[in-house]
Structures are given as C-alpha cells and as structure tokens.
C-alpha cells in the first residue's frame, strides 16, 4: 500500500512540475506573446525536446544559407516510441501557445521525424539515422545556437 501510495505522489510530483513549467513558459511565450520569433521559437523547440530527455539537442542557425528555414532543431531519441512522444509533446506544447505545425515527416516509422514549423524546422532522429543522415556535417557552414533560458539551466 505504501509503495501505490509512493508512485502515486511520485506522480503528482511530476504533474506539478509540468504544471510549472508550463506556467514558466506561459509567461515566456505565453498567448499574449504568441509572436515568437524564429530564434524563441527554436530555443523552446530544443527546451521541450529536452524535457522529453531528447538527447545532444542542438540548435543550427541557417538564416545566412538558406531561404527555405531559419533554425534547425535535431535531437536524438533511443528508439521509435521515443521519438513519437518527443514530437507529440512538442506539438501538443508549441500548439498550446497558438503555434501551428506546417507539416510532419516520418512519423509512422519514428526513426527520423520532421516537424516543419516554417521558420523552425525540427528533427527528431534515431541513433543510426542521426549518425548517417549528419545534419550537422551536411550543414557544417550553419552557426550552433548557444542555448538561453531555461534550456542552459539544464
């Protein structure tokens, strides 16, 4: 019974510190500052793919090589189920906050899911397909975000 009672307030716990953060980002981003910019945009991306325990998330800057996309957001998921949760979760939050996704890539598989937010084009990878694919080489000439706010708290 102690150890129900345990999870359940284990649970709460963690129910409240999402609630927080939410509140945190709110008053960040919230809906009367529904205008990010590309670069808010980008940097929540990666806040909200690291909270999902996305893994080496960074943040490539293409303003100056590309008319196509201003920010790359790639992260790496262990597995599938993984990636699927970690786009979920970024598309349930940015849509919280009015932002709309434009279009979504790979889902089904979860081996590399693109979620194209216009500006901000985010990629969710599997180990291999990170590895092979190499954004970060094929795009060698883009400029890595330093992380702010809540993402360099981490």
């Known amino acids: 019974m102690r150890a129900k009672e345990g999870r359940a307030r284990g ?22 500052n529904a205008d990010l910019t590309s670069a808010q945009l980008a940097q929540l991306a990666a806040q909200l793919l690291e909270d999902r325990k996305g893994r080496d998330v960074r943040v490539l800057d293409l303003r100056s090589l590309t008319p196509v996309t201003d920010y790359f957001v790639i992260a790496t998921a262990n597995n599938p189920i993984q990636a699927r949760a970690m786009a979920d979760y970024v598309e349930e939050k940015l849509g919280e906050l009015g932002v709309d996704r434009h279009h979504v890539e790979g889902y089904q598989s979860g081996r590399w899911i693109l979620l194209d937010y216009g500006s901000v084009v985010i990629h969710v990878f599997n180990p291999e397909e990170r590895e092979f694919y190499n954004l970060e080489r094929l795009w060698g000439d883009a400029p890595e975000v330093e992380r702010q706010g809540m993402a360099a708290s981490h």
Request: aromatic share 10%.
């Open 11 to 32: 649970r709460n716990d963690g129910l409240e510190r999402e609630y927080n953060k939410m509140h945190e980002l709110n008053a960040l981003y919230g809906k009367e």
